[in-house]
């Protein structure tokens, strides 16, 4: 499950069908994601309690109908912001709780045919975190000496979505809420997120009205999660949110942005000209060492003498001496 305060607007998010289903579309490659429809799937209660997961839940789970209807299986969605090396047993526990559940609501009649199947559950991973995830993708290989069992071992594998890995345009090509949303929360230094917030807020123009309000709302949480940005921006931001105007909202967030692109110009301003500064007073006091040296080498002291007292290598001095010699 996703730690960072962006967990419940992704929830929030996906949880619309029709922003689920574009997600599932423009980035899980597989043949049932061409049959999908929107209307077709039914958001599921996820709060399953069990024994060694006590209290979590799943985060989201739709049950989906393709083929006229004739095929049933569920989709399973966990939103991670930091990697879970646990997370082949806990996605196991969720869908046998899941399986469990639609066995014991199946009428004990219908179970007991032989042509009766459990429906297929597919489970995916979507991670927004800043690292590599790093985690088995199959449930075999979290077992110890798996290979040794093939195929008699329980085994799936899981789709994983990190954010972070596809271009820019690939969000940008399909600008819907849930691409423009994905776009502004990929990691980055503070200049990039910046220039991608633009892009995200330009491409916004040709949502619904309630889908930039929800996108302004984003922006706004990654401005102040990633960007660090001052109280007086974040209210401006927020006052603009009051007024529920689309239009207004997009103008405030761009004159936010456009304050926080100036400011960190001036900040790499003003810190070039301090380097600089600092730099020209290391140039002027190795200078004045090195005329120093080269003083005590003209009244006859030794040359590792001079060197000592200026800090300045010994090689250094006999070089600048030799060259002076030459003059």
Request: hydrophobic share 40%.
């Amino acid at each position: 499950m996703a730690t960072n305060t962006d967990d419940k607007g992704y929830r929030r998010m996906l949880s619309d069908r029709r922003n689920f289903c574009d997600f599932v579309k423009h980035h899980i490659i597989a043949p049932w994601t061409e049959q999908l429809d929107a209307e077709s799937l039914e958001l599921v209660n996820t709060r399953f309690v069990t024994k060694d997961f006590k209290g979590r839940e799943a985060d989201i789970i739709y049950r989906a109908r393709i083929g006229n209807g004739d095929v049933v299986f569920y989709v399973h969605l966990e939103l991670q912001s930091e990697p879970d090396f646990t997370m082949p047993f806990r996605l196991l526990v969720y869908m046998t709780e899941l399986l469990r559940r639609v066995f014991a609501e199946t009428e004990d009649k219908a179970r007991r045919r032989k042509e009766f199947r459990l429906p297929a559950v597919v489970p995916i991973v979507l991670y927004n975190g800043s690292g590599k995830w790093g985690c088995v993708r199959s449930f075999k290989e979290y077992l110890a000496h798996h290979e040794l069992f093939v195929p008699n071992v329980l085994d799936f594998e899981y789709i994983l979505f990190d954010i972070n890995a596809p271009k820019d345009a690939v969000f940008l090509d399909a600008p819907t809420l849930v691409n423009l949303a994905m776009l502004a929360d990929r990691k980055g230094e503070p200049e990039r997120v910046l220039r991608r917030l633009r892009k995200a807020l330009k491409a916004s123009r040709r949502l619904t009205r309630d889908e930039q309000l929800q996108l302004g709302a984003w922006v706004s949480d990654v401005i102040s999660r990633k960007i660090k940005a001052d109280r007086g921006t974040i209210e401006q931001i927020q006052d603009a949110f009051e007024r529920k105007e689309a239009a207004h909202m997009t103008y405030a967030l761009e004159k936010a942005i456009d304050e926080l692109e100036r400011r960190g110009t001036r900040k790499g301003r003003r810190e070039g000209r301090l380097e600089g500064e600092r730099k020209g007073r290391l140039e002027g006091r190795l200078e004045g060492r090195l005329e120093a040296a080269m003083a005590m080498l003209d009244e006859g002291f030794p040359l590792e003498t001079a060197s000592k007292c200026s800090g300045i290598p010994a090689d250094e001095l006999a070089q600048h001496a030799a060259g002076r010699q030459r003059i």
